[in-house]
């Protein structure tokens, strides 16, 4: 009987470590991901819309789905690590807590390599580089501006936490409204007259000019001054990470005609987006 019983045993561990050895196999599948942050709001980078057109990805644990520049950009690294693309959709301020953490991957965002970000997380290579505009409405008081200093007495913004609000202390006199959490709080607010022009990126002025004929992007003879690292845009990487030379070799394959091909078509698909 003993014997019995002991051979029963056998079979129940054999059984218990076989399960057990699947369920490792399925634990894999995590590590077969690429999870991308992005607050997928911030358009031609990256946006919101409601179906795959255009080969958007789908937002995790959600029904939408997320296009762009920097989605396309996300989609040629996941496919050259061999991995899924996951995309989360994260509030731009939770984003380097949520790479720090763990629970993504990578940043492709329109982040810039920032020395301050560089103390907490590390970079890629450069996978984009713009210049500095500001936003008005079309018609306006400012429609017409050529420096930056043609905004004095305005009442001008920028997004929280980005080099495009510390850049409006340029402005002799400006009144410096309030950073704004989003692109699209800051567009609503501009075309409702609450602010006078927001500072953005060329590409998504772009966008917000098609999205929008009320808004119109100025850009300017007499400029902002901002150095490389805050024009350039990178993927942003936990410490040390193995993957970093992976996807700056992956980026490295991408030509400076492409990324403005890719950049078109995402400016291109942009009003079809939330």
Not at 118 to 124: A, C, E, L, Q
Not at 138 to 153: H, L, M, V
Not at 238 to 262: P, V
Request: net charge negative.
């Amino acid at each position: 009987m003993k014997k019995k019983i002991s051979a029963i045993l056998l079979i129940i561990m054999s059984v218990v470590m076989t399960l057990t050895g699947c369920g490792s196999k399925g634990n894999a599948s995590e590590e077969d991901t690429f999870k991308v942050g992005m607050e997928a709001g911030y358009p031609p980078f990256n946006w919101t819309q409601k179906d795959d057109s255009n080969g958007a990805v789908k937002i995790e644990g959600t029904s939408e789905y997320a296009g762009g520049y920097d989605v396309e950009i996300a989609k040629k690294i996941a496919e050259g690590l061999g991995k899924k693309l996951v995309i989360v959709k994260t509030e731009w301020d939770g984003l380097v807590p949520a790479l720090v953490s763990g629970k993504i991957d990578g940043i492709i965002a329109g982040m810039s390599p920032t020395a301050e970000r560089r103390k907490t997380i590390d970079f890629s290579n450069n996978y984009y580089k713009s210049q500095l505009v500001m936003m008005v409405k079309k018609g306006g008081k400012y429609d017409n501006a050529t420096s930056i200093q043609d905004f004095s007495g305005a009442k001008v913004t920028g997004q929280l936490n980005t080099f495009h609000y510390s850049v409006i202390d340029q402005i002799k006199g400006v009144n410096k409204e309030t950073a704004m959490d989003n692109f699209p709080a800051m567009r609503v607010a501009l075309e409702a007259g609450v602010l006078d022009g927001y500072v953005s990126e060329r590409p998504e002025g772009i966008s917000a000019e098609s999205a929008n004929s009320n808004l119109k992007m100025v850009e300017f003879k007499d400029g902002f001054v901002a150095s490389e690292e805050d024009t350039t845009t990178a993927v942003g990487l936990r410490k040390d990470s193995e993957l970093t030379s992976k996807i700056n070799e992956i980026l490295s394959k991408t030509t400076l005609d492409e990324q403005t091909k890719i950049m078109e078509n995402a400016i291109k698909n942009q009003p079809a987006a939330k």
